[in-house]
């Protein structure tokens, strides 16, 4: 896959969900281990070295949390999931990119050596996603061949159709414990410890 070396490679985290079945309060900021939670796969996305970060957002407070990426907010409060990504992947595609790695704020315990595999399986594959027994799913690579259809999506979907394309070359095998996500307030408690 030729790929222009100059164009950057984005770690695009979508923090911009509804939160509806946490409750009142909005679970990207419930604390896990004294941090917010949307910093720990923030952090690990930064880790991974991409040339730039970008998050979308729904919330100023959720913004606030991650001062080292450029904030795409979401103003209508009733957006569904596609929306995110759309937002996302548009700015992206006025920046340039050669590709998004997708990254989920809810997903705490992903390591920054999973983003990084994907981010190397994208130097050669225009499609690259995690595996986790018979799901594909993200964390995801996107080239910007891709930006068109993913701009496309609606609903709560997201990627799901796009991704079930990727070559079993290019999806990565993931323990469960790291995809672990939050949807409601007792999923906090069984986050496994970092680095399990």
């Given at each position: 896959m030729a790929q222009d070396e100059d164009a950057p490679r984005i770690g695009l985290l979508l923090a911009a969900g509804h939160s509806r079945r946490f409750g009142a309060a909005d679970k990207?900021?419930?604390?896990l281990e004294g941090?917010?939670?949307?910093?720990?796969?923030?952090?690990?996305?930064?880790a991974a070295a991409p040339d730039r970060l970008i998050a979308v957002v729904r919330s100023a407070k959720v913004a606030a949390c991650l001062p080292e990426f450029e904030t795409v907010a979401l103003s209508d409060r009733?957006?569904?999931?596609?929306a995110s990504l759309r937002a996302g992947v548009l700015r992206a595609a006025e920046l340039g990119a050669a590709g998004v790695l997708v990254a989920l704020g809810d997903m705490p315990r992903v390591p920054a050596v999973h983003f990084s595999?994907?981010?190397?399986?994208?130097?050669?594959?225009?499609?690259?996603a995690t595996q986790c027994g018979a799901r594909t799913m993200p964390p995801a690579?996107?080239?910007?061949?891709?930006?068109g259809a993913l701009a496309?999506?609606?609903?709560?979907?997201?990627?799901?159709?796009?991704?079930?394309?990727t070559p079993m070359a290019a999806r990565i095998a993931?323990?469960?414990?790291?995809?672990?996500?939050?949807?409601?307030?007792?999923?906090l408690s069984r986050v496994p410890?970092?680095?399990?």
């Open positions: 990207l900021l419930a604390p941090a917010p939670l949307v910093t720990h796969a923030a952090s690990a996305l930064r009733d957006a569904p999931q596609s595999a994907l981010f190397e399986l994208g130097r050669t594959q225009a499609l690259a690579w996107f080239a910007d061949r891709y930006f496309d999506v609606s609903g709560d979907k997201g990627a799901r159709d796009l991704l079930r394309r993931c323990p469960p414990e790291w995809l672990a996500d939050i949807d409601r307030p007792e999923d410890p970092e680095g399990s």
